[in-house]
């Protein structure tokens, strides 16, 4: 999932030519006005059609049109940068999952942004971060997203703080009334990576350095991290089933009533929350020895460097990422603001109660890798968990561990 504007100085685009990372901070002005294409995954609440009729209405000469992509951030990839290869100017204003910018900066896909332009200074600090690289703004953020625990206030009297606990409730719940105990996101794809950064994170490791240059996976930590869900699904509460499981897959199972606990983001409280009314409950991440530790994530809104009506596409970022709107993004789409003072209303504390947990979450959570090269690090990860996850095998944890931080260490030093 998952799921989330400038005045660019923008590139100097002669026809086909973008700007490179190291190049894009060109001096021209932003041009272009007339229609455009909003480009980002799939919308499962349909918040945002209403938000786009409401600019529609007072720009019809720049009109916008929704163009939904996969519901899958890899899947979105895919397809972005399909588009952005061939130098098509279909797309105007792209959602990125906050862990593209640099890709995208390097690649010279995106334009950069004047960063005056943008009340970065109310927006939560560790978000605006996610926007950032080599010192330039390259897209504006949209939503926040730190994954949270939810479980049933029916069956769990106190939520756990740590795996321990965790694994002591799921366990009696599982014998109990024979669902599933705990799940996340266990297929293989980004959404594992996700779900193995933050065990290794709460296990009080890492497994990739902030600036994405070196490999700081520790084996024994990360086999921690790994035996943590291995256990589960040997001991049962952990289901067989969320080996297939997305951000939909497990939402649509806890609130169905098949699962006590799930990992998820914050976009599943609304759903679950019309489908459960008071047995819904959400807390931190547990970890191993106390609260967790969750990967920062959500969507950021950057400009194509082949779009031909970038100005346009500026203002409509500018409009989208307003307060307004942003309160607009949690009420009706339940997806996180990216806007701090939003966290602290009280209004929206009582409609969303998790408001201070997730603000707490977010400010604590890790960002992916700042590196061009994220992709191929997550399909290394991803892929080794899965095939860990899915064929028990003799090789320890702690052997798993070690394998993946070669190949790691083998992409960093190749790029």
């Given at each position: 999932?998952?799921?989330?504007?400038?005045v660019?100085l923008?590139?100097a685009?002669?026809?086909g030519?973008?700007a490179t990372?190291?190049?894009?901070?060109?001096e021209?002005?932003?041009?272009?006005?007339?229609?455009?294409t909003f480009?980002t995954?799939?919308?499962?609440?349909?918040y945002?059609?209403?938000?786009l009729?409401?600019?529609?209405?007072?720009?019809?000469a720049e009109?916008?049109?929704?163009?939904?992509?996969?519901?899958?951030?890899?899947?979105?990839r895919?397809?972005i940068?399909?588009?952005?290869?061939?130098?098509?100017s279909?797309?105007?204003?792209?959602?990125l999952?906050?862990?593209?910018?640099?890709?995208?900066?390097?690649?010279?896909?995106?334009?950069?942004?004047?960063?005056?332009l943008?009340?970065?200074?109310?927006?939560?600090?560790?978000v605006v971060?996610?926007a950032i690289?080599?010192?330039?703004?390259w897209?504006?953020?949209?939503?926040?997203n730190?994954?949270?625990?939810?479980?049933?206030?029916?069956?769990?009297?106190?939520?756990?703080?740590?795996?321990?606990e965790l694994?002591?409730?799921?366990?009696?719940?599982?014998?109990?009334?024979?669902?599933?105990g705990?799940?996340?996101?266990?297929?293989?794809y980004?959404g594992?990576?996700?779900?193995f950064?933050?065990a290794?994170?709460?296990a009080?490791?890492?497994?990739?350095?902030q600036?994405?240059?070196e490999?700081?996976?520790?084996?024994?930590?990360?086999?921690?991290a790994?035996?943590?869900?291995?256990?589960?699904?040997?001991?049962?509460?952990i289901?067989?089933e969320?080996?297939?499981?997305?951000?939909?897959e497990s939402r649509?199972a806890?609130q169905?009533?098949?699962?006590?606990?799930?990992?998820?983001?914050?976009?599943?409280?609304?759903p679950a929350?019309a489908?459960l009314?008071?047995?819904?409950g959400?807390t931190?991440?547990p970890g191993?020895?106390g609260?967790g530790?969750?990967?920062?994530g959500?969507?950021n809104?950057a400009?194509s460097?082949?779009s031909?009506?970038?100005?346009?596409?500026?203002?409509f970022?500018r409009?989208?990422?307003?307060l307004e709107n942003e309160?607009?993004v949690?009420?009706e789409?339940?997806?996180?603001?990216?806007?701090?003072?939003?966290?602290?209303?009280p209004?929206?504390i009582?409609r969303?109660?998790?408001?201070?947990?997730?603000?707490?979450s977010?400010l604590?959570?890790r960002?992916r890798p700042?590196?061009?090269?994220?992709?191929?690090?997550?399909?290394v990860?991803?892929?080794?968990v899965?095939?860990?996850?899915g064929?028990?095998?003799?090789?320890?944890?702690d052997?798993?561990?070690?394998?993946?931080?070669?190949e790691?260490?083998?992409?960093?030093r190749?790029?």
């Amino acid at each position: 999932m998952l799921r989330s504007l400038p005045v660019l100085l923008a590139v100097a685009l002669a026809a086909g030519c973008a700007a490179t990372g190291d190049e894009g901070g060109g001096e021209t002005g932003t041009g272009g006005t007339g229609p455009i294409t909003f480009a980002t995954g799939r919308d499962t609440t349909a918040y945002l059609q209403p938000l786009l009729d409401r600019w529609n209405q007072a720009h019809p000469a720049e009109k916008v049109t929704l163009l939904e992509l996969p519901e899958a951030a890899d899947e979105q990839r895919a397809q972005i940068g399909a588009n952005l290869q061939a130098r098509s100017s279909r797309y105007d204003v792209l959602g990125l999952d906050v862990v593209w910018t640099a890709e995208f900066a390097e690649n010279g896909w995106i334009i950069p942004l004047e960063r005056g332009l943008f009340p970065l200074d109310r927006f939560l600090p560790p978000v605006v971060e996610t926007a950032i690289y080599k010192n330039k703004l390259w897209a504006v953020p949209y939503t926040s997203n730190a994954g949270l625990l939810y479980y049933r206030t029916d069956l769990v009297r106190k939520p756990p703080r740590t795996w321990a606990e965790l694994r002591h409730q799921s366990r009696q719940i599982t014998k109990k009334h024979n669902i599933g105990g705990y799940a996340g996101q266990f297929l293989a794809y980004e959404g594992l990576t996700v779900n193995f950064s933050e065990a290794v994170q709460s296990a009080g490791g890492q497994i990739v350095s902030q600036d994405g240059t070196e490999v700081t996976l520790d084996p024994v930590k990360g086999g921690t991290a790994l035996d943590f869900l291995l256990q589960g699904l040997r001991e049962g509460w952990i289901p067989k089933e969320s080996l297939s499981y997305k951000e939909e897959e497990s939402r649509l199972a806890f609130q169905e009533g098949r699962l006590a606990f799930a990992r998820n983001w914050p976009h599943a409280y609304g759903p679950a929350k019309a489908e459960l009314g008071r047995k819904l409950g959400v807390t931190r991440l547990p970890g191993l020895n106390g609260p967790g530790s969750s990967t920062l994530g959500g969507a950021n809104l950057a400009i194509s460097a082949y779009s031909k009506h970038q100005h346009t596409a500026q203002e409509f970022i500018r409009y989208f990422t307003s307060l307004e709107n942003e309160r607009r993004v949690l009420t009706e789409g339940s997806f996180p603001p990216v806007w701090t003072e939003l966290y602290d209303d009280p209004e929206l504390i009582k409609r969303f109660p998790y408001l201070p947990v997730l603000k707490e979450s977010i400010l604590a959570a890790r960002a992916r890798p700042v590196s061009a090269n994220y992709n191929q690090l997550s399909l290394v990860i991803a892929s080794s968990v899965a095939k860990a996850l899915g064929n028990p095998s003799p090789e320890s944890a702690d052997d798993v561990a070690a394998s993946m931080k070669s190949e790691l260490e083998e992409i960093i030093r190749t790029q």
